[in-house]
């Protein structure tokens, strides 16, 4: 990873703290984008005191001029854009469809499905210029099945798997990779919110007999990041612990 510029969207937390760690190890100039500047100013002091290379750069995914911002400041710092990991998200409002307001349906599209298609849209550009790249995008299972009361979530992560295989027909043949990672459910602050109850019937859905960790998620970003991935294109890869076997 030495030389490669790597954006990770929603870094400074979960899966993409993790995975930002890995690309930092590996020796990359990595750009942390998040919401939350305090938490990703922290990741930056952590990554450099272990010797890493890493800045911060406050993006909401969901306003397009604020991702076409992030890919400008990204070739800007370090001259060129190689890996974007689009991984920020939220879990968004509960409810079956019915109940479901329309303003909880417009957040999570938003938030977890059309700031794919702004990433893309600027990273794939930048990394054309630069002959070349590769994307991962953080879907779920939830990207291959239902879950009830959490429709937006779920067509939002469906979304991300078509917007993964188009891209990566629209762009494989300019030595741009395109995938997907479809985690099963992770501990992580996205789940803060479940009580023990909820949380024991999630682990129960994952023939493992756990839930999953954020490093394990963070090494397969990584892989599908880096060159030892260089067949691999417009692939969905769940993570998931059996959640999908059954
Ligand atoms: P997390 O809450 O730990 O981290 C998400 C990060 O995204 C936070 O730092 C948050 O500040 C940031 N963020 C939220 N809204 C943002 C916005 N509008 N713009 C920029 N940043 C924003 O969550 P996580 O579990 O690490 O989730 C990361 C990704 O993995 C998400 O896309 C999530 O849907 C997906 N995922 C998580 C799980 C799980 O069980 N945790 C399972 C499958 C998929």
Do not use: C
């Amino acid at each position: 990873m030495r030389g490669k510029t790597v954006i990770i969207t929603g870094g400074a937390s979960g899966i993409g703290k993790a995975a930002a760690g890995l690309f930092a190890d590996a020796g990359a100039n990595l750009i942390i984008s998040d919401i939350d500047k305090l938490q990703g100013d922290l990741l930056v002091e952590e990554i450099f005191s272990k010797g890493g290379i890493a800045t911060f750069y406050k993006t909401d995914v969901a306003n397009p001029q604020q991702m076409e911002a992030l890919v400008q400041y990204a070739v800007d710092t370090y001259g060129k854009l190689d890996i974007a990991v689009n991984n920020a998200g939220i879990g968004g409002e509960q409810n079956t469809i019915t109940e479901m307001s329309l303003e909880g349906w417009q957040k999570i599209i938003s938030i977890n499905l059309s700031s794919v298609f702004y990433g893309m849209k600027y990273q794939i550009a930048a990394m054309l210029k630069n002959g070349g790249g590769s994307v991962v995008n953080i879907s779920s299972i939830l990207g291959a099945v239902g879950f009830a009361s959490s429709a937006g979530y779920s067509a939002a992560k469906h979304g991300i798997i078509g917007l993964t295989q188009t891209a990566a027909l629209e762009y494989s043949a300019q030595n741009i990779r395109v995938n997907a990672v479809g985690p099963g459910f992770i501990y992580t602050p996205l789940l803060n919110a479940l009580d023990a109850k909820m949380k024991n019937q999630l682990i129960a859905m994952h023939p493992i007999g756990r839930l999953g960790k954020s490093a394990e998620v963070a090494e397969l970003i990584l892989w599908l990041g880096s060159e030892k991935a260089s067949f691999v294109t417009g692939s969905y890869y769940p993570i998931d612990g059996g959640y999908l076997s059954k």
